[in-house]
């Protein structure tokens, strides 16, 4: 299964909020999210490693505030401006 475009703007958005994020490792998810450093990716389909990232960021506090700030870093090089500036980089490379 391959996310759309909307799917990743969403788990995009879902870093602005600063909320650790738990997903697959499909598609364009892995440039988002960082594993290990701003949330937990595991194998599509493997529900019960899905389920104990959930358990283990809910319940490690200093976990999910650690990854909270990383996402909200992350989720800064994916802006317009910053896009832009990358693109710009490339051409006059």
């Not at 909307?6 to 879902?14: F, H, P, S």
């Amino acid at each position: 299964m391959l996310l759309d475009f909307k799917q990743i703007k969403k788990l995009l958005k879902q870093d602005n909020t600063n909320l650790p994020v738990v997903a697959t490792k499909v598609g364009g998810i892995p440039y988002v999210v960082v594993d290990g450093k701003s949330g937990l990716l595991c194998q599509y389909a493997h529900v019960d490693a899905m389920a104990d990232m959930a358990y283990r960021l809910m319940t490690d506090e200093a976990l999910w505030k650690q990854y909270s700030v990383a996402a909200r870093e992350i989720a800064k090089d994916f802006n317009w401006t910053a896009i832009a500036e990358k693109i710009v980089k490339l051409y006059n490379a």
